[in-house]
């Protein structure tokens, strides 16, 4: 929508990489201390929709025994956790065949959900999922979540349990800008400035299509929350012409730069475009061992395996059952 | 429910920074309280607070109040209404819209001048209101925004102070972002009055330009100069999307009937086509607009409204065309007060503040206790303090004893404009957090200069 140059997303979502750095460092040691505390730091979104941390070990014996047992996720592994439920949710989009916009926005919306949390307070599958069910929704494919669950065989309450959290942590800034549409305008772009008759135009088609699957690359990696669309695009499109060669691209730049009065210099837009393209070439998904072994870890953060499944199921159980607003503001959560 | 239910006792945070004076309106979204700030900064400013209904049973958060504060968060215009905060009830998945007060809309205003003063709004009144609409529908349609509900009713004005007499468009429902194919209505199971509807539509078009939006403001500019609905078409009451005959009807008798010539497009649309109601049939040659708005058919008001009545959508004049016309260049001109005009002399009517139903609580629930007429608007206004709907809001302790622990906030504010960020609505647990967000708003990464994000449509209507 609207014009990318007054958006929340250029003005609040793009981020320097030491910004990014600090998110999930800060995101990822509150839930260390969170483990420290209560030996476990999975939240629990309430059936009213309410947040709690688990209950503190009080007896100390216990509690210290566990602590020592339960290590904490590095900001690494949280990296592959999220790098493997963003390719996850690639993969359920396709299964669903959703148009790639619905995709690049669910992609945003869970990037920018793991900005402000850490995967050890919040279980990403049903963040994952949520962010799939927002995005149909705010894009106008709407699709049930019993549907969507249904599709994946998952119980569909708890992606309506997170979605509230969910706006919220995208701090209600739901419009997002993906790189497919820039994409597209710069080809047409790129049509007027080679005056491109049939055997170009076709090219041009050739050099969009290979530019596409560039974008879905990036939208895996950090790069959308480092850079605006536009130049995601560009780059996209400027390592399709250098397999395709297509155009002349430094020129095409040349003449781009000649039009608009641009706030930065061609040298800077090279930076950026070599900088994206160095986060495609270091993007790495962490081998099924590796996972396997952050898993175990994560499941033990989030305090899976103990007396807290009996608890989940009495929560679950509890889904159905509408109370009336007296008694559930009057429910005690944990501080 | 008692004194009131338990939403008085264990009044949620946010709260507690609203006086509740009553509800001001009601709709198919929800309801719409009218309601004070208390904190010392903004001391009884005036705030609206939109309820919506929870969604339907397994569709989670109602999406049309998703749609109403997404769009909201990417806009500012003057002529545009401001959404102030967007807080959240926990308990029934809810949302709550804050928005800056505004005292006046073109419905009641119309009424106004119908039933009490009967006589027309004078024409500086009419030129100001008209032009500010256009000014920030300009801006919406150049965000690629269509409002697709332009009704008299949502056309707010702001009443006594700083923005005294500015047009806010209000109700962002139902409004879309063209770029996206946009469904039709009546497959959103929306509910729109049918008597601003575009003929394209009523016809049956599939996809809705900007241009459904200038039919609706020429038709409340008729409006304003009558002070009755243009085209006040029976509706027809079925589901789906039933064939609007008599709204057609109505138009073609004070337009003509539309023709292949005049509207080449007309031979696509679907209920043109089948004429099952024989529509094609020419009934209506004399077009009377003029005389039906009683102008002179050389004015330029005339040539204005005629341009936004332009049954060729493609033909239809845009809001950038239309702030440009001459009548808003010849006296008088319009002016950013609609109320009181920059040259003295002129008479100004002094409209009656909005009616407040004081006996219903943010709940929906009305109270037992009071049992004051819905109607008595003046008797609210700026009398506030005193009256029981204060003294209802005042917080009683809650019962929390013998619990340790400490009951959470079942609503979270969500302050979208301060920029407080993740501090009050994130961290329901107050476990310390890294606030971000002001960081973040320095931080602008400047997109370059360059067509990176085009235009959806390549052809679009100039």
Known sequence: MADFLTSTHRAKWIFSPQQLDEKYRAANQRAKQILEKCGATLMEVDVDGSLSYPEPQITAKDGAEKHARTKSLSIEEEQCIRVFYENKLQEVCNNFRFPHKIQATALIYFKRFYLQWSVMEHQPKHIMLTCIYAACKIEENHVSAEELGKGISQDHQMILNNEMIVYQSLEFDLIVYAPYRSVEGFINDMEEFCNAGDDQLQMLKTLQMTARSEVDKMMLTDAPLLFPPGQLALAALYNSNAFHKVIDFDSYLGSMFSRQNSMHTISELFESLNAIDSLVRKYKVPSDKELKHINRKLKSCWGHSTHDESKKREKKSKHKSKKSSNEAQTMPSLV | MGDGGGSNRNKPEWLQQYDLIGKIGEGTYGLVFLARIKSSSNRGKSIAIKKFKQSKDGDGV?????????????????????????????????????????????????????????????????????????????????????????????????????????????????????????????????????????????????????????????????????????????????????????????????????????????????????????????????????????????????????????????????????????????????????????????????????????????????????????????????????????????????????????????????????????????????????????????????????????????????
Request: hydrophobic share 35%; charged share 20%.
């Open chain 2, 62 to 462: 109602s999406p049309t109040a998703i749609r109403e504060i997404m769009l909201l968060r990417e806009i500012t215009h003057e002529n545009v209404v401001k959404l102030v905060n967007v807080h959240i009830n926990h308990v029934d998945m809810s949302l709550y819209l804050a928005f800056d007060y505004a005292e006046h809309d073109l419905y009641e205003i119309i009424r106004h001048h119908r039933d009490k003063v009967n006589q027309s709004i004078n024409q500086y009144t009419v030129k100001s209101l008209l032009w500010q609409l256009l000014n920030g529908l300009n801006y919406l349609h150049s965000n690629w925004i269509i409002h697709r509900d332009l009704k008299p009713s949502n056309i707010l004005v702001m009443g006594e102070g700083e923005e005294h007499g500015v047009v806010k468009i209000a109700d962002f429902g139902l409004a879309r972002i063209y770029q996206a194919p946009l469904k039709p209505l009546s497959e959103n199971g929306v509910v729109v009055t049918i008597w601003y509807r575009a003929p394209e539509l009523l016809l049956g078009a599939k996809h809705y330009t900007s241009a459904v939006d200038m039919w609706a403001v020429g038709c409340i500019f008729a409006e304003l100069l009558t002070l009755k609905p243009l085209f006040q078409g029976a509706e027809v009451k079925a589901t789906p999307n039933p064939f609007q005959l008599d709204q057609l009807d109505k138009i073609f008798k004070v337009l003509g009937h539309p023709t292949l010539e005049k509207w080449p497009s007309l031979a696509n649309l679907p209920h043109w086509q089948q004429d099952t109601q024989h529509i094609q049939a020419h009934k209506y040659d004399n077009t009377s607009l003029y005389s039906v708005v009683h102008l002179s058919p050389k004015s330029p008001a005339y040539d204005l409204l005629s341009k936004m009545l332009e049954y060729d959508p493609r033909k239809r004049i845009t809001a950038a065309q239309a702030l440009e016309h001459e009548y808003f260049k010849i006296e008088p001109q319009p002016g950013r007060n609609a109320f009181v005009p920059c040259q003295p002399g002129e008479t100004f009517v002094n409209y009656p503040t909005r009616p407040v139903d004081t006996t219903t609580d943010f709940e929906g629930t009305t109270s037992m206790q009071s049992s004051q007429p819905v109607s008595s608007g003046a008797a609210v206004s700026g009398s506030m303090p005193g009256s029981h709907v204060s003294n209802r809001s005042v917080p009683r302790p809650m019962n929390v004893s013998g619990m340790q622990r400490i009951p959470h906030q079942a609503m979270q504010a969500y302050n979208l404009t301060s920029q407080a960020g993740m501090g009050g609505g994130m961290n329901p647990g107050g476990i310390p957090m890294q606030r971000g967000v002001p960081q973040q708003q320095l931080r602008r990464k400047d997109q370059m200069g360059m067509p990176g994000y085009p235009p959806p449509q390549k052809s679009r209507r100039i």
